[in-house]
């Protein structure tokens, strides 16, 4: 028997009346699928892609159009209601707006998202809203050009702010800026990126530095904590007051002086692993429960089988049903915390790589 519950009101997702949806064995439901639709990206990022040399996944196993929309409908049955798309960088994959066409007239899904580095989003941003994306998060960790190249070791900063400042024209409300912050790299740069987010607009979320695959030189000592990005913002704004509200988002939502918000996540110093309801779809079509899971399942060999809809549901359901990953917990727990993977394992196996699975 699928264990199901009634879908709890998520902040973001409406739920059809009577919609029902596997849990895992701490009764956390499928919510919100994350599909990576290329692992190749047209930055490297020293927290996610600090080497020169990668394994890239296999052309012909790169799951169509058509498939991954088959994989959207299977997770749709069992009770996700959020799609995200992600990479790698998405925007390498080409003719997305196809795929976010399909996506968008499926009536289970009701929010269907976005995450892109922003160097190619001011030439596809009015398509994609054509097609029916609805919201969009754009990384962008510096306002400086020398430290984005140093981040990054790409030139393309004026193209990330160009596609930035795209987005309100082309229709997209709910932005947001996610910035990974890492000591003596960026922090000093906390309110900058907010008043920048205030002009677009856009609402900040600042990421705490996980040590997930890819960020090989990952160390405590650079992480900056939610405690400390909060002292930060009230020493030039004043009081922060945290905005209370319950659902899956990963972010603990604020709010400045005047009423301008912005976020943290936190999965590094408090983890959110009781209320996570995400999952995560490779290009290739593996499947992985947590962000931290050293292993997925593959859900491409059945569905190229030929396995019906009720057939691969019934995959998704056992495993997921089966769930038991607290991943960011676990490292957390981990006194002896050092970077998740070295790189040499990396490159055994392409599937490890943060811009493999997505974010």
Known sequence: MLATMPLPGAAGARRSEGQTSTVDVHGRPIGDLRIS???????RCSYCMPEEQYAWLPHDDILR??????????????????????????????????????IADKPRIRDIAMTTNGVLLAEHVHGLRAAGLRRLTVSLDTL?????????????????????????????TDTKIDAVVIRGVNDDELADLIELGKTIPAEVRF??????????????????????????????YGRVEAISG????????????????????????????????RCRLTADGMWYL??????GTNLREPLRQG???????????RVWGARSDRGAEARLADRSRGALLPAIQLKRDAHLEMHTRGG
């Open 144 to 172: 400086r050009p020398e430290r984005f190249k140093a981040l990054t070791r790409r030139t393309t900063h004026a193209q990330v702010l160009e596609g930035l400042r795209s987005v309100p024209a082309a229709g997209f």
């Open 65 to 102: 159009f058509e498939e991954i929309s088959f994989l959207v409908d299977v997770f749709a049955e069992l009770g996700a209601a959020k799609v995200r798309l992600t990479g790698g960088e998405p925007l390498l994959r080409r003719d997305l707006r196809t795929l976010v066409r399909f």
């Open 290 to 295: 947590c962000l931290y899971a050293p292993r």
């Open 37 to 43: 639709v290329t692992d190749r990206c047209n930055l």
């Open 207 to 236: 990421i705490e530095y996980m040590d997930v695959g890819g960020a090989t030189q990952w160390s405590h000592d650079k992480v900056v904590s939610r405690a400390e990005i909060l002292r930060s913002l009230s020493r030039r």
């Open 246 to 277: 319950e659902g899956t988002a990963p972010a603990a939502q604020y709010a400045l002086p005047g009423g301008t918000t912005f976020g943290i996540i936190s999965s590094t110093t408090q983890p959110f692993c009781s209320a996570c309801n």
């Open 307 to 317: 396995a019906s809809l009720e057939e691969m549901k019934a995959i998704v359901a």
